[in-house]
């Protein structure tokens, strides 16, 4: 069983994109659409384009050494996270520190172990979105940015990464879930049934095992570890 403490710290994600309103309609629903509301985490959004100084707004250009695609540029980028660094407070007067990373095919993979650690470590998540062929390498350089994965696979935006982190992150912080129980035992990570309790279909019936009838916490808890927990 996890040791969840009465205590913690509100949570800010800071997500760094130029399609702010990609996000809309998935922060403001359901769960952490209750979390934001009850103060246990803020969500911010920053558009890149805000931070480029041409009159175009421009956040992209040609990669040099040629191929196909854009190049997220790193003047935008850089500009937009040392904005929210300035607003952030200085180490001593707060209990964690900013994290900063980047989303990228090529990262270290995220898990859940991560998204633990990190949900009792920082207070500030600064999430940084890739589009197109990628970001300037040296975006990563100049803001020591620590490049992410989530998984063995490429995605065409670094959006949906945001998300996941977002949410995979929450659900570690006390308050954010109905129950404690929720988060100690892994809803998802053991069979689940509801009502009927016999389910028919194309002529066939699906009954619930009868141990989770049985009323007996005990062998019903013990039948659950045996799928094992994600940590």
Not at 4 to 15: D, G, L, N, Q, Y
Not at 151 to 157: E, S
Not at 206 to 223: A, C, Q
Request: aromatic fraction near 10%.
């Amino acid at each position: 069983m996890m040791n969840i403490t009465a205590s913690f710290f509100m949570i800010i994600f800071h997500i760094i994109t130029i399609f702010p309103d990609i996000f809309s309609s998935y922060f403001n629903e359901s769960i952490l659409r209750r979390a934001q509301e009850k103060k246990i985490i803020k969500i911010k959004i920053y558009n890149i384009r805000d931070f480029a100084k041409d009159k175009h707004k421009t956040a992209d250009d040609r990669p040099y050494g040629g191929g196909a695609g854009m190049v997220m540029r790193a003047e935008p980028i850089i500009r937009a996270v040392e904005s929210v660094l300035k607003k952030i407070p200085p180490k001593a007067d707060r209990p964690r520190a900013e994290k900063i990373i980047l989303f990228s095919a090529k990262g270290k993979q995220f898990n859940q172990e991560t998204a633990f650690n990190w949900s009792k470590k920082y207070r500030d998540i600064i999430m940084i979105c890739g589009r197109y062929e990628g970001i300037d390498e040296r975006v990563k350089k100049v803001l020591k940015a620590q490049e992410i994965s989530i998984g063995p696979y490429v995605l065409t935006d670094g959006e949906i990464p945001a998300m996941i982190l977002v949410s995979s992150i929450s659900r570690h912080i006390p308050g954010v879930l109905g129950k404690i129980e929720s988060l100690e035992e892994n809803k998802g990570s053991y069979p689940a049934y509801t009502r009927p309790e016999v389910f028919k279909w194309k002529g066939k019936k699906y009954r619930v095992p009868k141990i989770l009838l049985s009323g007996d916490h005990k062998r019903i808890s013990e039948w659950r570890k045996k799928y094992g927990k994600i940590i």
